[in-house]
């Protein structure tokens, strides 16, 4: 089971539609490429079945990741608790460094965004996930493992 925001389940419910109305752009793609000839040199005809392919996967993979979704509503969790859609604010119990992290479903790719975007299934949000107000959270980084301080729940 995979927990989303709502917001997060539109995004993947519109890939989705985009990538199955493209089935039908790709498949006259693949019959005009095949009408130019020799198969086994025609880099348009194995292009456009490579991108079909992955394009397919995708459809499979989005489509799961529905079957599998938990649409969690913002504001339906304790607020001493973190939980999908929590911005955090943790303090590095080695450095006293301070930091604040938003806990989201499925990335938005925006690097700049901030707060920062930690994803459920990242070592950080796995360790934030259910974590409360205070407790002390353990991150297996590549680095080795570090410690966080729940300071404050929005």
């Known amino acids: 089971m995979e927990f989303v925001s709502q917001q997060d389940k539109e995004k993947i419910e519109a890939r989705l539609a985009e990538l199955i109305g493209r089935r039908k752009i790709l498949s006259v793609r693949i019959q005009t490429a095949r009408e130019m000839g020799d198969l086994k040199e025609n880099a348009e005809y194995h292009a456009a079945r490579e ?16 079957e599998e979704a938990l649409v969690v509503e913002e504001g339906s ?5 973190v939980f999908l859609g929590s911005v955090v604010k943790i303090k590095d119990v080695a ?28 070592p950080m949000g796995e360790a934030l996930l259910k974590a409360r107000l205070g407790e ?16 404050e729940i929005e």
């Open 77 to 81: 969790t304790p607020s001493d608790i």
């Open 51 to 66: 991108e079909q392919g992955m394009d397919e996967a995708e459809i499979k993979r989005l489509e799961e990741r529905l």
């Open 136 to 151: 002390t959270v353990r991150v297996d980084t590549p680095r080795g493992v570090k410690r966080f301080e729940v300071l």
């Open 95 to 122: 450095t006293g460094e301070e930091d604040c992290m938003r806990l989201v479903g499925e990335s938005s790719g925006d690097l700049m965004a901030e707060p920062v975007e930690v994803t459920v299934q990242s």
